[in-house]
């Protein structure tokens, strides 16, 4: 973030320590030259990359903790009365507070540069392009064209992915910033105009053509939450108290959603246009505002180092570690507990971190003792809400649910703001700032990719399933290396 104007409650501490205030975790660069949070990246990051993962590895041959929990191998036929969760569980809720998280950083400065109008206008526009990726992005997937995709299938493919990248990306023109947007949206237009053009023309073993209902239903989400979420945060700004209410709103109106005939279920299942995020989406907003939450105290203003000396020192290198144990230990215990059936008490011991979190002194041990109780709350929410809607279930998704991988992604978060800025949590950073990239690329660059290469042999190759589920990871991994690569040359997919 660069520094706001006076007025707002970060700007003095902005100014007075830098972007990154003392004791923060390092900043990344974007295109732009902002700083940003990479600890938010790195949560966007792993969940883009498990996403990529959970759809490349082989189906009905792995251990059921290996797919989503309601859809058990080796049929994966969808089975609601399974309860629980597996890592694959957790990838859409992260996904969502992440992007709940980064709300405050960039409505926060258009706000100051341009006025709340600009700041509503932007959340809108957001949800506006991400309903258009998501109607895009399902017509060009390689198996929505041809059941069985033939090699020039899988070219037609692979090329809407750079027609993809053309529509939403942003370039390091060598121009002034003037001329570098125009050449932007010179890029754009044609890339747009290919899209109609293809789409146009396209056709689909349904035997129809194009057809707005045709849509990727996590962007569908996505682009709902970006509007809706970024309008309540403008709402609420500075204004804790309504956002709390708003929380609490939502989970009243799920809860009475469950009753049939009432004004509450109609509304929630009311349908505007069959091709348009819907109301029921809304339920999702419970994860984007904790988010929110977890956004706004990653921006918490730098405390001055004579509150520092008064108060102490910083946490000791030990103590750190041992939080850091305690996180992981405790997001691996949580997600097996629920998986497994065992009883909820095996994870209590995870509260123990309130011991290590005592007496914050330094800026970041301040922020890493607010996520982490934002994260023990969260998961203690969705215990009490467990025996509510059948349990903890990803769909139909239910309360518990949604605050109990909530409160995982809170801790996530606070694991990520203390490891040291390279290697693998450099790469997750840089993959996080380029999710657009990598969620195309999933379908419209690996499926290709693989297809016109190595797939065609290795499908009769008798290999293990564990080895094919370590082939998904390595095409992950070299996915993740090609956004990453993108976001290092400044090439990013921006809504």
Known sequence: MVAFRAGSRYSSAVSEYGAEGPGTMPMSATHEGKP?????????????????????????????????????????????TRIGMTWVDLVFPWFLFSMGAAMPFALEKRWQTHGPWASAALAVWRGALLVAFAIFDQHVRPYSLEKSPAPITLWIS???????????????WKAEPERARAFDWIVRAISFGIAALFLYHAFYPDGTGFRLERSDIILMVLAYCAAVGGLIWLVTRGKPAWRDATLLALVAWRVSATVPGTWANEAFTATWLPWLPRPEFSHYLIIVLLGMRA??????????????????????????????????????????????????????????????IKHPVSTEDRISAQLVSLGIACVAIGLLFGPF???????????????????????????????PAKGFAEYLSLVGQNPMVAYLGITNLVTPLWGLTVGPYAASWPMDPWVRAGLGLVQTLLLGLVAAELTRVKIVMRT
């Open 36 to 80: 940003r949070d990479r600890s938010l990246d790195m949560l966007r990051g792993t969940a883009i990359l498990l996403m990529a993962l959970s759809g490349l590895i082989p189906f009905g041959k792995l251990p059921d903790w290996m797919y989503h929990m309601q859809v058990p191998p080796p049929a994966h036929k969808f089975d609601p």
């Open 158 to 172: 692979l090329g809407m992915f750079f027609v993809g990248l053309g529509m939403f990306g942003r370039f390091p």
């Open 295 to 356: 956004g706004e105290i990653v921006l918490m203003p730098p405390r001055s180092l004579a509150d520092e000396s008064r108060w102490g020192v910083a946490w000791s290198f030990p103590r750190v570690t041992a939080l850091q144990a305690s996180l992981a230990v405790s997001i691996i215990a949580v997600v097996w507990v629920y998986y497994s059936g065992l009883p909820r008490f095996f994870f209590l011991p995870t509260f123990l971190m309130l011991v290590l």
């Open 389 to 419: 809607q059948g349990g903890l279930k990803k769909d139909p998704v239910t309360l518990s649910y949604m605050f109990t991988t909530s409160g995982l992604a809170a801790w996530a978060v606070a694991f990520f703001r203390r490891l």
